[in-house]
């Protein structure tokens, strides 16, 4: 009989993983799940499946579907708010600007997933409403910057509300576009949404009037 030394059956033991790796597997798991088939669509079953675990250890960690949610969630609005709050550290004007508009089309580029929950969340759990509010913050920045730039100028101030909705709108509108297509490369994007609305910012008219055309004005 040939000798066994010790048992060894040359495979090392899998190491266990602590709660806090499982945590965060199971956040990944389910991240990946609710984007590809929404909160509706996602089961208890499926994430455990997929993480190799019983259904007992995922509603040990986030007590059902409702705080599993709510967690991946809340992860990726932290995620994208640290990025925007970054980007927002500049001291000239228009680099905050052009930095604002990179970093969401970074977070769209590398976090995909986490994204697409935040945009289409379902209204029970209110993940569209949090990505609602992280934009009414980002309004606010824009809004101050705007406010005192347009001090400076002899402009109304009273009108920055409405231009910081029209900015932030633009380049949340066309970041989602480009999720879809990919191209040109996000720095393209970043710098004509920049080009686009910054320099119409440097040619605004004081008080601009809707041209009717000269069939009124023979």
């Not at 030394?5 to 033991?13: N, S």
């Not at 935040?118 to 824009?142: C, E, F, M, R, W």
């Not at 920055?160 to 509108?173: C, D, I, K, N, R």
């Not at 994007?189 to 601009?208: E, F, K, M, R």
């Amino acid at each position: 009989m040939p000798n066994q030394q010790h048992g060894d059956t040359g495979a090392a033991p899998r190491a266990r993983m602590t709660g806090a790796q499982r945590r965060a597997q199971l956040i990944e798991v389910a991240r990946g799940l609710f984007a590809e088939r929404g909160f509706e669509g996602t089961s208890i079953e499926e994430v455990a499946q997929r993480a190799s675990v019983s259904k007992p250890v995922v509603y040990e960690h986030f007590g059902g579907k409702e705080g599993l949610y709510a967690v991946v969630v809340d992860r990726e609005m932290e995620t994208l708010l640290e990025m925007i709050t970054a980007s927002l550290t500049q001291n000239r004007s228009r680099i905050r600007v052009e930095k604002v508009a990179l970093a969401l089309l970074t977070y769209m580029e590398e976090r995909t997933d986490g994204f697409r929950i935040l945009v289409h969340g379902s209204p029970s759990t209110g993940a569209d409403a949090k990505y609602s509010s992280l934009l009414n913050d980002a309004i606010g920045q824009v809004e101050h910057l705007l406010a005192g730039d347009f001090e400076r100028r002899g402009f109304d101030a009273s009108l920055a509300p409405l231009y910081a909705q029209a900015l932030v709108g633009a380049v949340s509108v066309t970041a989602q576009w480009w999720l879809d297509v990919r191209e040109p490369a996000k720095e393209v994007v970043a710098a004509h949404l920049v080009n686009l609305c910054w320099n119409g910012l440097s040619g605004l008219d004081q008080d601009p009037t809707i041209d009717h055309g000269d069939a009124e004005h023979p």
